[in-house]
């Protein structure tokens, strides 16, 4: 069942399940019918009607993935674990995040062991002395590979165990 509620300058839509009558997706839109929520809440947000846990949830500002204050505009958790499997920092859209700080982070939801780092300033991929994009063994937690970029371009492999920093 698809329910519509108005608060303020914003509706809001509500799906329910049908078995539990829970709340499975909540959407949120601005007066141009652009995703977008009050208060920091989440403009999207998915719920699993067994467990009732969040599985998704999207800060959006304009239709656009937003959050300020170094805060995650998506976070993706399992129902089954309820661990927080993906995070995302974006700001206008674009991925980003300040200091040498990953805008993207990749958890594996059964060792809780992460995956996947990404490092991004204003929607390019960029880090100096160390990868942008970074890979690990999703069992040990051990960097495997990184791929290095400075300004949305890739640059050739480097030797060595630079050290991270940002500039």
Same mark, same amino acid.
């Given at each position: 069942? &698809?329910?519509? $509620? ?6 809001? +839509?509500?799906?329910?399940?049908? +078995?539990?009558?829970? @709340? ?9 019918? !652009? ?12 719920? *699993?009607? %067994? ?9 959006? $500002? ?10 995650? =505009? ?10 927080? *499997?993906?995070?995302?920092? =974006?700001?206008?859209? /674009? ?5 040498? /700080?990953?805008?993207?982070?990749? @958890? /594996? ?5 992460? !995956?996947?780092?990404?490092? +991004? ?20 937690? &051990?960097? @495997? &590979? !990184? ?9 050739? %492999? %480097?030797?060595?165990?630079? %050290?991270? =920093?940002?500039?």
């Amino acid at each position: 069942m &698809k329910l519509f $509620k108005q608060a303020g300058e914003y509706s809001i +839509e509500i799906w329910l399940d049908p +078995e539990t009558g829970c @709340t499975v997706r909540e959407f949120w839109r601005n007066q141009q019918n !652009e995703f977008e929520a009050p208060d920091d809440r989440p403009a999207m947000a998915f719920f *699993c009607p %067994k467990t009732r846990i969040r599985e998704q949830a999207r800060w959006m $500002k304009a239709g656009e993935l937003h959050r300020a204050n170094d805060l995650p =505009s998506q976070i993706i958790t399992s129902p089954v674990t309820g661990i927080v *499997c993906v995070r995302q920092w =974006s700001i206008d859209g /674009n991925g980003h995040r300040d200091g040498d /700080n990953p805008s993207y982070e990749v @958890t /594996n939801l059964f060792t809780g062991n992460r !995956e996947e780092l990404h490092f +991004e300033k204003w929607g390019k991929f960029h880090r100096i002395g160390a990868g942008a994009v970074q890979y690990f063994d999703p069992q040990t937690g &051990k960097l @495997t &590979k !990184e791929d290095f970029w400075e300004n949305g371009v890739q640059l050739p %492999k %480097k030797s060595g165990a630079p %050290k991270p =920093s940002m500039t």
